[in-house]
T-cell receptor
Framework: DTGVSQNPRHKITKRGQNVTFRCDPI?????LYWYRQTLGQGPEFLTY????????KSRLLSDRFSAERPKGSFSTLEIQRTEQGDSAMYLC??????????????FGPGTRLTVL | EDKVVQSPLSLVVHEGDTVTLNCSYE??????LLWYKQEKKAPTFLFML??SGIEKKSGRLSSILDKKELFSILNITATQTGDSAVYLC????????????WGLGTSLAVNP
């Protein structure tokens, strides 16, 4: 399977715990995006990377959230001191961007986080 | 502020019906409009529309973009129960971040 993969698929944690999610993009895709989606809403942009550089982080993202893409391949999203409001589906998408070309983002299966 | 508005928010039809889903957008540096289908998992890509007036087709699904009026439609003919899903459209902002601006989706239920 050469699509975007995410692990774990489901995570249940207690409030106050830290959690970390992993995303493996389509190989050779240089861009990687993290989104959050709650029921009845479209995906909400969190942050994105071009290669290993994190180029934008949503203003909605609190300091408890951090993302890395150390070697320009897989990425991790960490949430510290989780709160019940963090419960959502966390989606990763990747794309290949070259100059001015329009690019399609392909999504992984998502990680569903439940904070008790 | 960039926004994408989809209508209707939900739709219930019978198998065999034809449906039209609407998506209007206001996106700075607009480059493309994308349609995704989302069942109980992550969105799966359907179409990317960049040029106005050119219909894209995939089986019973088709879509077209009107860049003058800033909207797109997604048509599904001869609907099947497997078409039941949330259909999301997103405008691609061609700024450096290539950010997708998402609508809330249209929830389609196809009854047998």
């Amino acid at each position: 399977d050469t699509g975007v993969s995410q692990n774990p698929r489901h995570k249940i944690t207690k409030r106050g715990q830290n959690v970390t999610f992993r995303c493996d993009p389509i190989s050779e895709h240089n861009r990687l995006y993290w989104y959050r989606q709650t029921l009845g809403q479209g995906p909400e942009f969190l942050t994105y990377f071009q290669n290993e550089a994190q180029l934008e982080k949503s203003r909605l993202l609190s300091d408890r959230f951090s993302a890395e893409r150390p070697k320009g391949s897989f990425s991790t999203l960490e949430i510290q001191r989780t709160e019940q409001g963090d419960s959502a589906m966390y989606l990763c998408a990747s794309s290949f961007t070259s100059g001015g070309a329009a690019d399609t983002q392909y999504f992984g299966p998502g990680t569903r986080l439940t904070v008790l | 502020e960039d926004k994408v508005v989809q209508s209707p928010l939900s739709l219930v039809v019978h198998e065999g019906d034809t449906v039209t889903l609407n998506c209007s957008y206001e996106v700075t540096n607009f480059r493309s409009l994308l349609w995704y289908k989302q069942e109980k998992k992550a969105p799966t890509f359907l179409f990317m529309l960049t040029s106005s007036g050119i219909e894209k087709k995939s089986g019973r699904l088709s879509s077209i973009l009107d860049k003058k009026e800033l909207f797109s439609i997604l048509n599904i003919t001869a609907t099947q129960t497997g078409d039941s899903a949330v259909y999301l459209c997103a405008g691609l902002n061609a700024g450096n971040n290539r950010k997708l601006i998402w609508g809330l989706g249209t929830s389609l239920a196809v009854n047998p």
